[in-house]
């Protein structure tokens, strides 16, 4: 299995040099410390309840969140316990909000296995993810003010995004609501993981904005690709062909094509609404998959890439840079 580092792009002869490799080394010992703390920091006295907080975390998991994280320390003192303790709370966070989406959506697995919901209860799911909520900010509670605050505000926003996902687009443009639900949902975290790196590790707090920019692009960048890849035929994906779209998910490749008048998406926006059968959604899932609005959805997410890019221009030239920049590559390259 690899490495996350490696997953990542953090290895190879991009990351060469001897200052490089102590700076990944370090990066994946503290990944490995991590789960070894978020096993204990998961684990609550009710033995119902620590079997439901514990479940998702022992599934598994990208940690694209705490690498982040840990590898921004090293604008500054570099990983120490306050940093791996962030790095528990943005992770915790993450799980805790797995637990509601998969309620509000509806979903039946998560990381390859039932979600919790299906497991247990709705309710139960729920009140898990308010147990983990809790738990997030027991910890970051030692860590000060200022760290405590930053993760109140990404949990608003969590909630927010989450809301008006629900709520639907309303008057507003259906692709700038999704781009914006798609920041609260899943930019603001991986934002908030990329600034409390330059928080918890006494970097320039000048960097704090740089940072939190480029979490929030290459988070919109990366749901994009999910899209995408959610139509794919490819059994390695771990899924089957178009989840979203048999949910009623409105992902970007889908409203773009609702925003088309031309005859043949328009036939095809049809039978995605209201197939003949399942063989008829099968085939027209196929046939999205095929459409010219997967290749504009994957432009658009190489427009945040780019624009994540960008805001990394204030960093100092060296592995973080470089680190944060294959990161990013990453996460467009996976459509390829």
């Known amino acids: 299995m690899a490495s996350v580092t490696s997953a990542f792009g953090l290895r190879g002869a991009r990351f060469a040099m001897p200052a490089d490799k102590r700076v990944v080394d370090a990066v994946e010992s503290g990944l490995e410390r991590l789960e070894t703390l978020l096993a ?29 994280l840990l590898l921004a320390a090293h604008l500054g003192r570099g990983i120490d316990d306050d940093v791996l303790a962030a790095a528990q709370v943005v992770e915790i966070t ?9 309620v509000m959506d509806e979903a039946d697995t998560r990381r390859g296995v039932p979600a919790a919901h299906v497991v247990w209860s709705n309710s139960v799911a729920i009140l898990a993810g308010d147990l983990l909520f809790a738990r997030a900010g027991a910890v970051s509670a030692p860590l000060g003010g ?49 600034e409390l790196g330059i928080v918890v590790s006494g970097a320039d707090q000048a960097l704090r904005q740089p940072l939190r920019e480029f979490g929030e692009r290459i988070g919109v960048a990366f749901q994009l690709v999910d899209d995408v890849i959610d139509l794919s035929a490819d059994p390695a994906t771990g899924k089957d062909q178009g989840n979203d779209v048999r949910a009623g998910v409105r ?86």
Do not use: M, W
């Open 146 to 194: 200022e760290v405590a605050e930053l993760q109140a505000r990404t949990f608003e926003r969590l909630c927010l995004g989450q809301l008006h996902e629900t709520l639907g687009p309303g008057e507003a443009d259906p692709v700038a609501h999704y781009l914006q639900v798609l920041s609260d949902k899943t930019g603001s975290l991986i934002a908030a993981a990329a």
């Open 94 to 102: 993450h799980l805790a909000s797995l637990y509601h989406d998969d």
């Open 40 to 68: 204990a920091h998961l684990q609550i006295a009710d033995p119902v309840a620590d079997a439901v907080t514990r479940y998702l975390n022992e599934a598994g998991g990208k940690r694209a969140r705490p690498l982040l």
């Open 251 to 336: 992902t970007l490749p889908v409203l773009l094509l609702a925003k088309r008048d031309d005859a043949a998406s328009v036939a095809l926006r049809a039978r995605l609404e209201s197939p003949a059968d399942d063989a008829d959604l099968a085939a027209a899932i196929a046939e999205l998959a095929t459409h010219e609005v997967v290749r504009e959805s994957i432009a658009e997410a190489e427009r945040f890439q780019r624009r994540a890019l960008e805001a990394l221009r204030p960093l100092p030239a060296g592995t973080v840079r470089r680190g944060l920049e294959a990161f990013a590559e990453h996460v467009v390259a996976r459509t390829r």
